[in-house]
């Protein structure tokens, strides 16, 4: 049974960086078969994709958080990590980690993690 | 960037159908992605690619794409399906993934 689990501070300063961390379990981030990506969700509000990285480390990024954010694999601990630079209030929101796509093109996210939210404030 | 337009709400009694509508320019041209979200958890794939149902999900979901519209149709609806749903595509001509902002399912 793959499950995803986020973590990370639930309070970062503005201008900071916020880090966050997913832990897989049930499934293997270097085994190619999906990509492992970030999504996140303001209070009360929809969802925007952030971004995705490959096993071989190939990241995809929103282009409107492109320059802000990186995300990178730790394949000796199963996890993937997302750093957004520069933070604001607007970046508020409940973070998910999620499986997907898949290396064969289909784009959507079928496994996810509980969320985690976190808060920008001084 | 490519805009995915969908109804705030739909409401719908109990053992009727519903449908939630998800409006993009050619979006027939495109593979749409449904997630059903309930309050304080995360969202679950319903529909896929259109039309396909992962492992678990009831025949009650399924989807249609063509046109300028994917719709989503839940038959025989229950309480339980009470939740809000986002469609979902793949933007080739940005690199952008994009979620249409959301429906309030309401079961009367």
């Not at chain 1, 970062?12 to 990509?35: F, I």
């Not at chain 1, 995809?60 to 320059?67: C, E, G, T, V």
């Not at chain 2, 001509?93 to 079961?107: A, Q, S």
Request: some cysteine; glycine content about 10%; proline content about 6%.
């Amino acid at each position: 049974q793959v499950q995803l689990q986020e973590s990370g501070p639930g309070l970062v300063r503005p201008s900071q960086t916020l880090s966050l961390s997913c832990a897989v379990s049930g499934d293997s981030t270097k085994s190619g078969e999906h990509y492992w990506s970030w999504i996140r969700q303001p209070p009360g509000k929809g969802l925007e994709w952030m971004g995705y990285i490959y096993s071989s480390g190939n990241t995809y990024y929103n282009p409107s958080l492109k320059s802000r954010l990186t995300m990178s694999l730790e394949m000796s601990k199963n996890q993937f990590s997302l750093k957004l630079t520069s933070v604001t209030a607007a970046d508020t929101a409940v973070y998910y980690c999620a499986r997907g796509p898949t290396k064969w093109g289909l784009k959507n996210f079928d496994k996810w993690g509980q969320g985690t939210l976190v808060t920008v404030s001084s | 960037s490519y805009v995915l337009t969908q109804p705030p709400s739909v409401s719908v009694a109990p053992g009727q159908t519903a449908r939630v509508t998800c409006g993009g320019d050619d979006i027939g041209s495109k593979s749409v992605h449904w997630y059903q979200q309930k309050p304080g958890q995360a969202p679950v794939l319903v529909v896929y690619d259109d039309s396909d149902r992962p492992s678990g999900i009831p025949d009650r979901f399924s989807g249609s794409n063509s046109g300028n519209t994917a719709t989503l149709t839940i038959s025989r609806v229950e309480a339980g399906d009470e939740a809000d749903y986002y469609c979902q595509v793949w933007d080739s001509r940005n690199d952008n993934l994009v979620f249409g902002g959301g429906t309030e399912l309401t079961v009367l």
